[in-house]
């Protein structure tokens, strides 16, 4: 044992596999100052009444009182959540219908993966503002469709309050359903051979294989694609930031989004924390009960 | 012995799926179909008309960059260029303003490789020892403390920002690059951790007693044994850094002075910044510019990166 010094009685407990112990210190302070102790940091001073510094002086759930109050609030937080079933449900039937596709043993599937996938590889700002481009009523789709003669055609997403969050949702979902696709089909791939072959020999069709017994059978590859999917959810904020910095007005904020500019613009810092701290509640939503069906229920899954 | 053991495994790791069922002799697989039955015709119509639609916004950003700003206010987008000018190019590079600075993305571009290769480096070598550790030197509450790291993963960034903002002010590396390195190991720490224990813990242990019988330590075994084989996922980690930090938003903006920003961050302030007429094939130039680097690692490193993002993914 490394370490272990004989002689006077009992092994110093502290010094076996010291070098183990010392290569794990910036894991250990990265888990309990930074994850641990950050977090529950915020969460306590997101009852204070902090502003531009953050003091120490309690005023229970005022700021979250204001926080439900304030109009940008509520209408980051009914962004997020049309943003997020949306894109939960079109990236995953997206993915599952692309990857079913890709499963057929076509040719060049390498090609149109890569195709598919490349969007994953670049920055949302690089992707929100290509789409800014794409979707500018002056030059864009819009203008392209109107001199090509329908003089009436209206996709102006970016600059109409009332449907912001759809324009924003077609660039993320060209951004992310490579990813969803490579992961389904990982999974199809998983599945027996031998399914298919029972399935064809009693004659069921393919699309009912594919829901009633290919699907179900991928019970783990959805729950952990949706897992993925639906914490990126709750992130989103650059892509915001490029594509329409939360305009018109603020008709596109999102949470992420009303943290950093609490935090570090409007110098109101008890509104970012709690804030914050709403984001984490969400996430914490999302992901105790699925770690608690992967990890706690005692069965074993990959 | 040992050594093709573990020789077999990595390379196990690192070729492609085989086919199992090879059992049966004689013609296999099913009857060969015509080139054009419908069912053929509706999947490649489907999947060219969903390639042509991930590539449209590519070819736009191309197309676009390479007219002048008459032929932009003119034309439609998804035209080529009828006279191909490289000027947005070169003015997106060497000349574009950001506020009072109009040196081009150049400077972003040089701040961009100045925080990834360090965070790149340093991030690696914690993350891999770290696991290494924890694969096969395990102590007691290293299971504690990897299960907080890897729950703290789920965790927004913004519920962790200002308590790491007061602890570099305090360290007084606060906007600078070394302290944005810092953040970079520090949120790129759960996944790598996770990647190089799992690699880790699936190589043989044989390897690890014989190495430990013949008197190794803890740094000989990693350093002359764990190391020289496990350079694919060395790669993978790097793909997943690499693309990682360079398309990285938050942490620039939040963590480094202006002089320091990385390349996102002054290209979203090149586009968005409101004074002056908006030059759309300058945006489009630097948009590239940006995209550049990431795409390149993407196209070149090919199924190592499908692999390094089905690991990152969590990372979200």
New interface residues.
């Given amino acids: 044992m490394?370490g272990y010094t004989q002689g006077s009685g009992r092994p110093n407990q502290w010094l076996?596999?010291l070098?183990?112990?010392i290569?794990?210190v910036?894991?250990?302070l990265?888990?309990?100052?930074?994850?641990?102790?950050?977090?529950i940091?915020?969460v306590v001073?997101s009852f204070t009444n902090s502003k531009l510094l953050?003091r120490l002086s309690f005023v229970g759930l005022d700021q979250y009182e204001r926080l439900w109050d304030a109009p940008r609030w509520l209408v980051s937080v009914q962004n997020l959540a049309i943003y997020g079933v949306f894109s939960l449900i079109f990236s995953l039937v997206i993915g599952f219908v692309?990857a079913a596709?890709?499963d057929?043993k076509?040719r060049f599937e390498n090609?149109?993966?890569?195709?598919?996938?490349?969007?994953?590889?670049?920055?949302?700002?690089?992707t929100g503002?290509?789409?800014?481009?794409?979707l500018?009523p002056e030059?864009?789709?819009q203008?392209?469709v109107r001199?090509a003669g329908w003089e009436s055609f209206t996709f102006d997403p970016l600059y109409n309050a009332d449907i912001v969050i759809y324009g924003i949702l077609i660039a993320a979902l060209?951004q992310g359903t490579?990813?969803v696709m490579?992961?389904m089909l990982?999974g199809l791939?998983g599945i027996d051979?031998d399914i298919w072959k029972a399935a064809r020999v009693d004659g069921i069709p393919m699309w009912k294989t594919y829901i009633f017994v290919v699907i179900p059978m991928m019970r783990g590859v959805f729950i952990t694609t949706l897992v993925?999917i639906a914490?990126?959810i709750?992130?989103v904020?650059?892509l915001v930031?490029?594509q329409t910095?939360g305009g018109p007005g603020i008709a596109s904020e999102v949470p992420?989004k009303y943290?950093?500019d609490y935090?570090?613009q409007a110098q109101n810092?008890g509104q970012?924390?709690a804030?914050?701290?709403m984001?984490?509640i969400t996430?914490a939503i999302i992901?105790v009960p699925w770690?608690y069906l992967e990890f706690g229920g005692g069965r074993k899954r990959v | 012995m040992s050594d093709i053991v573990a020789f077999n495994s990595v390379a196990d790791e690192a070729a492609p799926?085989v086919q199992t069922?090879r059992v049966i002799a004689g013609p296999r697989g099913r009857k060969p179909r015509r080139a054009l039955s419908g069912r053929n015709i509706m999947?490649?119509g489907?999947?060219i008309v969903?390639?042509l639609?991930?590539?449209?916004?590519?070819y736009?950003?191309v197309m676009?960059s390479l007219k002048g700003m008459p032929e932009?206010?003119l034309g439609?987008?998804?035209a080529p260029p009828v006279e191909i000018t490289f000027e947005p190019w070169v003015k997106a590079w060497a000349s574009a303003c950001t506020g009072l600075n109009c040196d081009g993305l150049s400077r972003g571009f040089w701040n961009s490789v100045r925080i990834t290769v360090p965070s790149t480096i340093v991030s690696i070598a914690?993350a891999s020892?770290?696991g290494?550790?924890?694969a096969n030197?395990?102590?007691k509450g290293?299971e504690l403390?990897?299960t907080?790291?890897i729950?703290?993963a789920?965790?927004?960034?913004?519920?962790?920002?200002?308590?790491?903002v007061?602890?570099l002010r305090e360290m007084g590396i606060y906007g600078t690059l070394t302290g944005l390195i810092i953040v970079h190991?520090?949120f790129g720490?759960p996944i790598l951790?996770l990647l190089f224990r799992n690699y880790f813990a699936g190589l043989p242990e044989e390897l690890f007693k014989a190495a430990r019988v013949d008197g190794a330590?803890?740094?000989t075994i990693y350093f002359r044994i764990m190391l020289p084989m496990s350079l694919p996922i060395f790669v993978v980690a790097m793909i997943l850094q690499v693309?990682g930090i360079?398309?990285?938003?938050?942490f620039g903006v939040?963590f480094t002075r202006p002089e320091y920003y990385p390349m996102?961050v002054q290209?979203?302030n090149i586009?968005?910044s409101v004074q002056g007429v908006k030059e759309?094939n300058v945006?489009?130039a630097a948009?590239i510019l940006?995209?550049a680097v990431?795409?390149f690692?993407?196209?070149v490193s090919?199924r190592l990166?499908?692999r390094g993002?089905?690991a990152g993914?969590?990372k979200?």
């Fill in positions: 490394a076996r596999n070098n183990a112990k290569a794990s910036p894991m250990i990265t888990a309990v100052v930074i994850f641990l102790g950050g977090t940091w915020t001073y953050p692309l596709l890709m057929q076509i090609t149109f993966r890569t195709i598919m996938l490349y969007p994953f590889a670049l920055s949302f700002i690089v503002l290509v789409w800014q481009w794409l500018n030059f864009g789709i203008s392209v001199s060209w490579g990813l490579c992961l990982a791939r051979e993925i914490s990126g709750v992130k904020y650059d930031v490029a910095s992420a943290v950093y935090m570090f810092l970012g924390f804030a914050s701290t984001m984490l996430v992901i770690a | 799926q069922d999947i490649y489907t999947l969903v390639a639609y991930y590539l449209l916004p590519l736009v950003m676009t932009i206010r439609n987008i998804f914690i020892v770290n290494y550790a924890l030197w395990r102590f290293a403390f990897f907080i790291l729950v703290g789920f965790i927004p960034y913004q519920v962790m920002i200002y308590p790491i007061i602890v190991t520090i720490m951790t330590g803890f740094w693309t360079w398309n990285d938003f938050l939040v996102t290209l979203n586009v968005n759309y945006n489009m948009t940006t995209g990431p795409l690692v993407y196209f090919g990166f499908v993002i089905a993914a969590v979200g």
